[in-house]
């Protein structure tokens, strides 16, 4: 289970940060940052060991775990704090717990299997490890798995636990190892996410007693019987016999990756009783539980599913201005990988959510799919020690009527104003996107929202990045857009009107409208009527509208 993976395991199945992505601090902000994050994994583990509960997703915690190691590594910092010294009880387990080591990627999987024979796979349940403790088939001890060595007496539960085997078929003085998880109906991992099981049955055994309901709701997978018969097919078939169907159920022989994988994907788009991680690949053998050590050992590993939240290091944040004044946050980020997609940047959609999250440069956060598509912010997990001042654009500076002109501070909107003009709401210029605008502005060739239906073909090549064969084309373009009808180049200069309302027949006869006349148009409520009223007046309009006038622009 995440929360309680081993150190050593951590260390030895991650690759440790190269150089090139480690963070340029000097000596005293590693040692800040490292102890900040130190701290809050700590408190993380104290609420979930002692109080059974989970303050962040599996997931981010391990990704938080491992990024602290590769910040250790990075700057030569100590690693002796252990993930599981707040899970330490005093009840000593008959067998200690291994814990189990993650394989990274595909290719981890393929070496750790190759040259493996009699190779098993289970899904990998996400719940609650315990040893199970029964006396001539009677189950008498329930404990937490605690650091592998010393768990939690959780025996007081057993007799609420209806929903696992309370006594064998068979008269057995007995250990087992298995998962406690909370029972769901047909849950499909793929679709519905782990959904808080864990953390649901964690929450559940902490406490000092739970309900009988509470209890019914708790499953059991068994998948260990550490003196059981030396090979998995007998134990399995054995568990079965004493009430552990599910094991023998869940469980399949595999002869090489392909079939892992397949496996992998079934489960994770089967409905299953409980919420599952990742599937673990065990093998046939392994030594006599007396040798078994509190460790991942070498004949058992767990391979994840793909993460639903992806812990994600600020790099800077940015803010875009868009054609009618709005400000929006840009997060850029060190890239992540998400469901096969690359993210290095997101939008926080509002300048009111930044200034609410407050995030700088330097914040981990979590990153999500929406839609399995559009990267989203999810959650902020971590808070720089150092967090630096991000000063924000002026909102009263922007507006509906700001940047009419390439002046200094109005670059962004004036672009997105001509990206908007030249777009399909536009004029449909093919070629003229952002970036080529970008180059004509900061060439000094445009600086009037209309100055670019006077270019030539020659002015055009001195622009830099900008060759012969790309100069007709964009003169071409421009000689088309001459040519386009007068409601599209409206729509073009962004006149506030509905999409459904028609415009004409020219711009005297829309600008002598007044309040009353513009209410009278379908879809123009009090609000729309005052943007059209200040869009008409406005000295900037009414100055590029004797700009198209003078170039013949029909309607003008």
């Not at 189950?139 to 007081?156: A, E, M």
Request: include cysteine; glycine fraction near 8%.
């Amino acid at each position: 289970m995440p929360l309680l993976l081993i150190f050593i395991a951590l260390l030895l199945h991650h690759p440790v940060a190269q150089a090139s992505t480690c963070p340029a601090w000097d000596t005293a902000q590693a040692e800040a940052e490292v102890a900040q994050l130190r701290a809050t994994l700590a408190h993380w583990d104290e609420q979930y060991h002692r109080q059974g509960v989970a303050l962040v997703a599996d997931e981010l915690y391990d990704q938080s775990r491992q990024h602290l190691l590769e910040l250790q590594a990075c700057f030569g910092l100590s690693h002796s704090d252990s993930p599981l010294a707040s899970a330490r009880g005093t009840a000593p387990h008959p067998i200690p717990h291994t814990g189990v080591g993650k394989l990274a990627d595909e290719q981890a999987v393929a070496r750790w299997l190759q040259g493996k024979r009699n190779v098993w796979m289970q899904p990998k349940v996400d719940g609650v490890a315990v040893s199970l403790i029964y006396r001539q088939g009677q189950l008498t001890g329930l404990l937490s798995r605690g650091d592998g060595i010393l768990g939690h007496d959780w025996s007081r539960h057993i007799p609420l636990l209806s929903g696992i085997v309370q006594q064998l078929s068979q008269p057995l003085d007995a250990v087992f190892q298995g998962e406690l998880y909370w029972r769901l109906n047909n849950h499909v991992q793929a679709e519905a996410g782990s959904a808080n099981a864990r953390g649901t049955v964690a929450g559940m055994l902490a406490r000092t007693r739970m309900s009988e309901e509470q209890g019914a709701s708790i499953g059991l997978f068994v998948w260990d019987w550490p003196h059981g018969p030396d090979n998995q097919a007998e134990r399995l078939a054995r568990l079965a016999t004493l009430g552990f169907t599910d094991s023998q159920r869940l469980s399949v022989a595999i002869d090489g990756f392909a079939e892992a994988a397949r496996w992998r994907q079934h489960w994770y788009h089967s409905p299953l009783p409980f919420a599952t991680d990742g599937v673990i690949l065990r093998q046939d053998s392994r030594p006599a539980a007396q040798r078994w050590r509190a460790q991942a050992p070498y004949w058992i590993a767990a391979w994840k599913y793909p993460f639903t939240q992806a812990l994600a290091q600020v790099r800077d944040v940015q803010f875009r201005i868009g054609r009618t004044g709005r400000i929006t946050p840009l997060l850029v980020l060190q890239p992540v990988t998400l469901d096969d997609r690359r993210i290095n940047q997101l939008s926080l959609g509002s300048l009111a959510r930044w200034k609410e999250l407050d995030i700088r440069p330097g914040d981990q956060i979590a990153v999500s799919l929406a839609g399995m598509t559009i990267p989203r912010l999810h959650s902020v997990v971590h808070r720089a020690a150092r967090r630096p001042i991000v000063q924000a654009p002026d909102p009263a500076t922007y507006h509906a009527f700001s940047c009419w002109q390439a002046v200094e501070g109005c670059q962004q909107q004036f672009i997105a104003r001509l990206a908007w003009l030249s777009g399909k709401q536009g004029l449909d210029l093919p070629g003229m996107g952002a970036e080529t605008w970008k180059r004509l502005v900061e060439s000094g060739h445009i600086v009037q929202l209309t100055d670019w239906l006077s270019l030539d073909q020659k002015q055009l090549l001195e622009v830099p990045g900008i060759a012969e064969a790309r100069a007709r084309q964009l003169h071409a373009a421009f000689a088309q857009a001459r040519q386009q009808p007068f409601q599209r180049w409206l729509r073009g200069l962004g006149i506030p009107a509905p999409s459904s309302l028609q415009l004409g027949p020219d711009w005297p006869t829309l600008a002598s409208r007044n309040i009353e006349q513009w209410l009278a148009e379908p879809g123009v409520g009090p609000g729309r009527a005052e943007q059209l009223q200040a869009f008409f007046a406005h000295e900037q309009v009414q100055g590029l509208v004797g700009n198209l006038r003078n170039h013949a622009i029909e309607g003008f």
